[in-house]
């Protein structure tokens, strides 16, 4: 016959057994001993890359860290995540580079001018080393279309951008090479978008 345990019993297991978890972790945490800027890839094709990169924008400047933000697309939108950046002031260098998506400008030359000054302003920034976390935004997308060479990028971001300083890359279909460079790598998968169901972007969830 089974007897139930008191919640007295239920407790002190529960204290017993994350005691262990935590001393397992604090033991595992502790061989964790570098310090570097991380190269960052949010790819795929779910929602979510660029919100969850302005997510560790926003992190960032809530420790005093001055970050960049170069948008190699979304030129033309007016997005609820630029106007709450202006408020940092000087913590924040916003970028905006791009023309809009290449389907917008119906002009590939264009294109490949906006993609080549983002990515001229992009290094610039970088090397700087006066901010902390750079975000390079839709890079992918400009990479997928052949608008700037992936070799290029990736050569630069593993040999010249320096020790201190975080780059976040997003957009989907990020290049083989982009993601072996990476230090950190998240897809987002989609399981439902309100868009397949006629649904229009959102004020305030898409931009």
Known sequence: MTT?????????????????KKKARDKIVATKTIEKGLLIVHTGKGKGKSTAAFGMVFRALGH?????????????????????LEKFGDLVSINTMGEGFTWETQDRQRDLAAARSAWERAKEIIVSSNYKLV??????????????????????????????????????NAPDSLIEAADLVTEMEMVKHPFRSGVKAQLGIEF
């Not at 007295?8 to 262990?20: F, G, I, N, S």
């Not at 997928?144 to 020790?163: N, Q, T």
């Open 135 to 172: 975000l390079l935004d839709e890079l992918n997308i400009v990479l997928r279309y052949g608008y700037l060479s992936a070799d290029e990028i990736v050569a630069f971001l593993r040999d010249e951008k320096p020790d201190d300083v975080h780059v976040i890359v997003t957009g989907r």
């Open 64 to 84: 005093g860290m001055p970050v960049a933000i170069i948008q190699f697309v979304k030129g033309k939108w007016q997005t609820g995540e630029r106007v709450a």
């Open 4 to 20: 139930e345990m008191t919640e007295a019993e239920l407790d002190a297991r529960h204290a017993e057994k994350m005691r262990k």
